[in-house]
């Protein structure tokens, strides 16, 4: 019976679009390689974002500068951003009543090629990351390169990268919730390497599993409580 109903379970999430969060999986080769799902690139002038609960591209707002995000941008599968990601953050800054900023991890790949629309799945190597601190909540920033990528695929860590093109991508983000000119309370207090980034990675993997249920695991149980219920 519980094989019939995982052959179940897996033919239902191979008919219907998975959920960009919740039903795309981080990747069999995490944390070296990661699948991220990019919501917004770099020609858009308009920040977009997945609706958590229905799993669409949202318009959040139209950017208000000139300023568009320098590389393809959106977040990683599976992971949340609590506990465990907070606790990082607090060790490493020594700063104190840091919580998870509640969203999945945020992660920005590069590469070379204009890639013409969002809402794809795109295999990635994290090279590094920012620390950012955004109203006293933990908001890392992966940095990863396009897995294949020719200018860029071959990187394994961030001080590989040119300086022009880390600094393009932490002014964006240091500047881009500007409003009128009064800068907001967000600080990046650190760059790291591909190391630590894989670390980010994993607590935020963990920060998932305490938050939320595996989907499939989940809707086995439920069939086989039905159907247990109709065979009475």
């Known amino acids: 019976m519980n094989e019939k109903i995982n052959k179940l379970v897996d033919a239902l999430s191979k008919r219907f679009v998975a959920h960009p969060w919740h039903g795309i999986e981080v990747g069999e080769k995490q944390p070296e390689i990661i699948n991220a799902f990019i919501e917004i690139i770099p020609s858009d002038a308009i920040k977009y974002e997945v609706d958590k609960e229905s799993g669409y591209i949202m318009v959040d707002r139209p950017q208000k500068f000139s300023n568009h995000m ?36 945020d ?30 909540e933990a908001d890392d920033k992966i940095i990863a390169v396009l897995k294949g990528d020719q200018a860029y695929g071959d990187i394994k860590d961030l001080t590989e990268l040119p300086t022009m093109v880390v ?66």
């Open 107 to 136: 992660i920005c790949v590069l590469t070379e090629r204009n890639v013409g629309r969002g809402n794809i799945i795109a295999e990635a190597i994290p090279v590094g990351g920012f620390r950012m601190i955004d109203g006293g």
């Open 167 to 232: 600094d393009r991508v932490k002014h964006f983000f240091l500047t881009y919730k500007d409003l009128e000119g009064n800068a907001k309370n967000v600080e990046i207090t650190h760059t790291y390497g591909a190391e630590e980034a894989k670390e980010v990675i994993k607590r935020s993997m963990n920060d998932y599993k305490s938050n939320f249920s595996d989907v499939n695991k989940e809707l086995a149980e439920s069939l086989a409580a039905f159907l247990a219920k109709e065979a009475l």
């Open 70 to 105: 320098p590389c393809m941008y959106g977040f990683v599968p599976k992971t949340y951003c609590d506990k465990e990601v907070a606790e990082f953050c607090a060790e490493k800054t020594g700063k104190s009543d840091i919580v998870g900023d509640g969203d999945p991890l």
